[in-house]
């Protein structure tokens, strides 16, 4: 059987995005190593610390940077978290400073709210209703 194991996001500056991603978001820290000029870098949701790793990954690659600044031109989410309630969860990173380019929005079976995670990226959060 197959499952996802980790999956990845780019970012700009693994540290930076290490701060944020645990700091703002919540995510934990799962693994730390050096790998090469980078780290390999994961965080994990603390409600399933033995589940599906975020991979911090370096957007050293030349194609990343016009990548990325494409989605975020076209307000396009680069990926999406759970939420148990997207209108909470904006309210509470308002507050640590996140800032949104979508407010949370009802969407029928689904609501969402999309944030700049300030390393190169537009997150989208939903809540399945």
């Known amino acids: 059987m197959i499952r996802i194991h980790v999956t990845s996001v780019f970012v700009d500056d693994q540290a930076k995005a290490l701060a944020?991603?645990?700091?703002?978001l919540g995510f934990t820290k799962k693994?730390?190593?050096?790998?090469?000029?980078y780290r390999w870098l994961t965080v994990?949701?603390?409600?399933?610390?033995?589940?599906?790793?975020?991979?911090?990954?370096p957007a050293n690659h030349p194609a990343t940077g016009p990548f990325q600044q494409a989605l975020?031109?076209?307000?396009?989410?680069?990926?999406?978290?759970?939420?148990?309630?997207?209108y909470a969860e904006v309210?509470?990173?308002k507050k640590l400073g996140v800032e949104f380019t979508q407010e949370a929005t009802d969407?029928?079976?689904?609501?969402?709210?999309?944030l700049d995670d300030t390393c190169g990226n537009l997150i989208q959060l939903a809540t399945m209703k």
């Open 20 to 24: 944020f991603y645990t700091e703002k």
């Open 31 to 37: 693994t730390d190593m050096p790998a090469g000029e």
């Open 44 to 57: 994990v949701s603390p409600a399933d610390p033995d589940g599906v790793e975020l991979l911090l990954e």
């Open 72 to 86: 975020v031109a076209d307000g396009i989410p680069f990926t999406s978290f759970a939420v148990d309630d997207v």
């Open 91 to 93: 309210e509470r990173l």
């Open 107 to 114: 969407l029928g079976p689904v609501a969402t709210a999309v």
